[in-house]
């Protein structure tokens, strides 16, 4: 028996594809007027993706495709920026937990107060003398229930709440590690999609020269066809 099939795939390159290095921070959604697709920003779409993955490889990466021009300079300023951000990030969601702890600290206290108040009340209506509407209302009912939402409400705080930062930590320490690339497709067209040109004439003709200028690589379609009068 060959089990090999039956082993879960090593997660592939997470490839963030960007009509402009801009909208990895930022995106104005009026850019789909220009045939943009791209509503939100690069770098919410790869913690989502990341936050989405149930593991990460060890030789897992994150690449950029950019479709216009990006300079060596340049590149390397977005991966010190994506650096960053997640450092910045990790401060972030680690102040948020500090914060909902304290929170939760400070609910503690007062529905600690609230479950006592309730579990007494409770008590004190469950007695023989008191009749068996109040007590099944009150006693073995209403008081009850606030009792356990005095100390539901602060618990939940101290220890659900705080999951969410939690998660966002290990995701942003993760991308830290991970290998950041920045590509871009300018002069790499797809033959088949070069337009007024089939693949047979591109082999007769040898190698193909075409201003970068007039490419669309994403959006809306080229207006002109290269190297037409």
């Not at 830290?176 to 690339?181: D, E, H, I, S, Y």
């Amino acid at each position: 028996m060959n089990l090999g099939h039956d082993r879960p795939k090593p997660p592939a390159d997470i490839v963030i594809e960007l009509d402009d290095p801009g909208e990895l921070f930022a995106v104005d959604e009026r850019g789909l007027l220009d045939g943009s697709n791209r509503i939100d920003t690069g770098m919410d779409e790869l913690v989502e993706r990341l936050l989405a993955q149930k593991r990460t490889a060890t030789n897992q990466r994150i690449i950029l495709d950019i479709a216009g021009e990006c300079s060596d300079e340049l590149a390397d300023k977005l991966v010190r920026s994506v650096r960053r951000y997640c450092e910045l990030a990790i401060y972030r969601a680690n102040r948020q937990q500090n914060l909902i702890w304290r929170q939760g600290m400070r609910s503690l206290v007062s529905g600690s107060l609230l479950f006592v108040t309730g579990i007494v009340l409770s008590y004190v209506f469950t007695q023989p003398y008191v009749g068996e509407f109040p007590k099944e209302l009150l006693g073995d009912g209403v008081f009850l229930v606030v009792a356990w939402v005095g100390l539901w409400y602060p618990l939940d705080v101290l220890f659900i709440a705080r999951e969410q930062a939690k998660r966002e930590v290990r995701v942003f320490s993760t991308m830290l590690t991970m290998p950041v690339v920045v590509r871009t497709n300018v002069g790499k067209v797809p033959i088949a999609t070069m337009p007024g040109l089939s693949v047979t004439q591109h082999r007769r003709s040898g190698p193909l020269r075409l201003r970068v200028s007039r490419i669309r690589l994403r959006g809306a379609p080229a207006t002109g066809t290269p190297g037409a009068s």
